[in-house]
């Protein structure tokens, strides 16, 4: 089969700051979330330069002003808007109408769930030619995570792939924000439509498998366990069902990294310096 592009992706914008990024909000000079969805947005374009990409524009409650920015920078765009009434559940209809429009969409095998709080530093087209290089591959995240390697799951991160000057090592985990092959989509699809109980660790641990009640050494065993029993007590058998007989997915990430997401557990001195450098070439 045949497919128009290279990339399809859901790209899901909120027009207020978050309370992480505020912590850190000092380290950079967005005086309105516009200000840093639009520096976000340009450099996303900067980093799939060459590529040929469906995006679809999932906005919650957002001004014309955001429209207006996607129709100025990307030529092919595809806008939803959230409902008035979710209030509180935003974050959870915008992950599932991202779900549920790559999952169906027919125009690439490969698709990106992103939010609007990621700085590109890198070309996205390294992470697409691993996923057609290394068949092994199902998702990953565009981030090189301190959150494991500064953690005890860096005991666990084993399989380094060296492949186009980037080293990829395989993770237990990502974020809301991740590349992947549309079949992990469909495949995980349970895990995914059911974020409101998992949370975006949940899905990943289920996915790769890295959730056992005999491995007491695993890091957030706990959480693991308390999801486990969650699962029970909500009578979600069926993810039960999938987490013991679905294939185990395998989650990388690059070093060094393509993207940064704009929140405290992800910031450096050097990436600061890295995101404000790239905003004086692309302004």
Request: proline share 4%; hydrophobic share 45%.
């Amino acid at each position: 089969m045949g497919f128009d592009y290279d990339l399809a992706v859901a790209y899901r914008v909120y027009p207020k700051f978050s309370d992480a990024y505020l912590k850190i909000s000092h380290h950079f000079n967005f005086k309105t979330k516009f200000d840093l969805f639009h520096a976000c947005l340009l450099s996303f374009k900067e980093a799939t330069k060459g590529l040929k990409i469906k995006i679809f524009a999932i906005l919650d409650k957002c001004p014309e002003s955001y429209i207006e920015a996607f129709k100025d920078i990307f030529k092919d765009v595809e806008f939803y808007f959230i409902n008035e009434d979710l209030k509180g559940l935003e974050n959870i209809a915008t992950f599932l109408i991202q779900t549920k429009l790559l999952s169906e969409q027919n125009l690439s095998p490969l698709v990106l769930f992103q939010e609007d709080d990621y700085f590109y530093i890198n070309k996205l087209s390294y992470a697409i030619d691993f996923l057609k290089e290394i068949k092994e591959a199902d998702a990953i995240s565009p981030e090189f995570q301190f959150s494991i390697v500064n953690t005890p799951w860096k005991r666990y991160i084993k399989n380094v792939i060296k492949f186009k000057n980037f080293e990829w090592i395989k993770i237990p985990s990502t974020t809301l924000t991740f590349l992947a092959r549309k079949e992990y989509v469909i495949r995980a699809k349970q895990y995914l439509k059911n974020y409101s109980l998992l949370g975006d660790l949940g899905i990943s641990l289920l996915s790769t498998k890295n959730l056992s009640i005999f491995r007491f050494d695993l890091p957030y065993y706990r959480y693991g366990l308390g999801m486990l029993l969650n699962l029970i007590k909500y009578k979600k058998y069926n993810l039960l069902k999938e987490y013991l007989f679905n294939k185990k997915f395998n989650f990388f990430m690059p070093n060094p990294s393509i993207a940064i997401h704009l929140n405290p557990v992800s910031i450096n001195d050097d990436r600061i310096r890295a995101i404000n450098e790239f905003i004086k070439v692309i302004y």
